[in-house]
């Protein structure tokens, strides 16, 4: 139905907002390292911030395109939207009578995937508490961390972020989606290859990140972090990479 998936829509919306937006630190500049990798890698923080933006973008076409069909199913909520502000919403909609989004199994995994990672980044923040910002730096009395889930991976904040990547892509990138039904991404292959490009870049980025930080950490704390590694040899998912 319509209306739960702009429900979940905006509950997948709010756990990439505060996720991916809402850093829970600001990052000190002269603390910064790994500010030599390529422009495309290092504006992350920033794509992840546009990619929040147009999820509210996205959300409010799903609303207005699930109102156009609730209104047709129940007239008490009013009478039909005139036809230019139908084709404004979803220009390709052949009748009102039919939803052109609806939920679908791909788009609730793409919700549970997005809650997960969420849950994850946020309990990476609360043990990082001060240490976590989004650009990589070193604090003052700078630690290494091995509680939570850093016992079990070396970066499951990446983790966490993949997870919501992927999500995303599986949500509104697939039938049911505004984006494939009204959007852009009706012309066939389209979103398939949107959907390769976020993730071969999201994972450029989160590779190049933790081999960054490993390094650093390997510098700051010898022969800790070595052992570190040994006991945790992962870097996103135990007993497989």
Known sequence: MSISRVVLAIIQAVCNHYACTVAPNPTPTKARYHTEQLLILRIAPLVFKACSSALHFILL??????????RTLFPIMGSPSPISTSALICPFLPSES??????????????????LGTYIRLDCYRTLGHLFTFELAVEPNHKLVKERFYSYVRHPAYTGAMLIVIGIALSHLSKGAWLTSCGPFRIPGSAIAVCTVWWVWALCVVCSRAQAEDDKMRKLFKEEWVQY???TPWW???GVY
């Open 61 to 70: 076409f799903t609303i207005s395109t699930a109102t156009l069909h609730l």
């Open 236 to 238: 996103f998912l135990p």
């Open 98 to 115: 039919h939803p052109a989004v609806y939920t679908t199994p791909l788009f609730v995994v793409g919700v549970i995937a997005v809650a």
């Open 229 to 231: 590694a040994a006991d």
